[in-house]
C-alpha cells in the first residue's frame, strides 16, 4: 500500500511542480557553470545501490570533504536558498516514482558510511529511503549522526501510513522553519 501511495503521490507531485522544477533548473544553471543536477550512489533498500538526484547547489569545484558547513565558499548563492528550504531535494521525487525511495523513510546514506554500520544500525536498510523521516523532523543535521540513526531505527520499527502522514505533515512546518538545515557546528554531513 505505501509503494502505491508514493507512486501516486509523486507522480501527482511532477505533475503539479513542473514550473518550479523548470524554474529552479534554470536557476542552477544561470548561477554556476556546470550540470543542473547532482547525483551520487546511494544505500537504497537492504544497501542496494541506486542513483540519488538532487539540484546542484554547489560549484563544480574539486571536493575535499564530503561535508560542507554554513557560508561554505563552495556554495553558490541560489543554490544555499534552495538548501535552506530543501528545494534541491525535489528531483528526488522522481526516486520515488522509479521505487528507488520512497516519500518517508531513513534518509538515504553513501555506501561507505553503510559499510560502517552495526549489525544493528543495518536495520535502517530494511525499509526505502525517503525524501523526508522521523529524524528530519526531529532535528535533521542539529541531531549527532548516532541520535539520527537512532531515530531511524524508531521509525522503522512501527512503520505505518499514520506515521507517515504525520511526519509528511511535519516536515511542511520544518522546512518553512528552516530547522536543522546546519548542525550545530554549522555543518552537514
Known sequence: MKRIFDAI??????????????????GVKLSSPGPI?????????????????????????????????????????????????????????????????????????????????TERQRQRLSVRPGITGLAQVSGNNALEWPKRIEVDLEYVAQVSARADLMILWRTVGTVLRRVGVYGPDGTVR
Open 37 to 117: 543536477l547532482f547525483r551520487q550512489t546511494r544505500a537504497g533498500r537492504e544497501g542496494k545501490p541506486f542513483t540519488l538526484i538532487k539540484f546542484r547547489s554547489m560549484h563544480c569545484w574539486p571536493a575535499d570533504s564530503l561535508v560542507t558547513w554554513d557560508e561554505d565558499p563552495r556554495v553558490f548563492p541560489f543554490g544555499r536558498l534552495l538548501r535552506e528550504y530543501h528545494l534541491d531535494e525535489l528531483p528526488q521525487i522522481w526516486n520515488v516514482l522509479r521505487g528507488d525511495m520512497s516519500l518517508v523513510g531513513p534518509r538515504p546514506t553513501i555506501p561507505e558510511q553503510v559499510a560502517l554500520y
Open 9 to 26: 503521490v509523486s507522480a501527482l507531485l511532477l505533475l503539479t511542480l513542473w514550473p518550479l522544477l523548470i524554474a529552479i533548473a534554470i
